[in-house]
């Protein structure tokens, strides 16, 4: 199985930059794309995408992020970084990575799989 952790959030001012990490582990686990989701308190059941990347290096994002966030990757660690610059007080939530690859099961054979991580709170203040 797979299993992701983020790291990096924390509180800056408005206008200020943050740097969040997503790790994917696994011993059976490929990585194909790591994306970048947030959820503002109070709003659980909207888990908006903010940014992704895939093993090519192929990357995406929200149309309210482009220009202030980059994402990278380590692929050699299964690593995955989102660099967050402009921060805005709305874009105070809880940012969580979802790690989708391939899972060799008990049988042998190889499927889809995919984790959430725990989430890291990221808090932008006027």
């Known amino acids: 199985q797979v299993q992701v952790v983020e790291s990096g959030g924390g509180s800056v001012e408005a206008g200020g930059s943050l740097r969040l990490l997503c790790a994917a582990s696994g011993v059976n686990y490929i990585n194909n794309e790591m994306n970048w989701y947030r959820q503002v308190l109070g709003k659980e059941r909207e888990r908006e995408f903010v940014s992704g990347i895939d093993s090519d290096g192929g990357t995406s994002y929200a149309d309210h992020v482009k220009g202030r966030f980059t994402i990278s990757q380590d692929n050699s660690k299964n690593t995955v970084y989102l660099q967050m610059s402009g921060l805005r007080p709305e874009e105070t939530a809880t940012y969580y990575c979802?790690?989708?690859?391939?899972?060799?099961?008990?049988?042998?054979?190889?499927?889809?799989?995919?984790?959430w991580g725990q989430g890291t709170q990221v808090t932008v203040s006027s």
């Open positions: 979802k790690g989708i690859g391939r899972c060799r099961r008990w049988t042998g054979k190889w499927s889809e799989c995919s984790a």
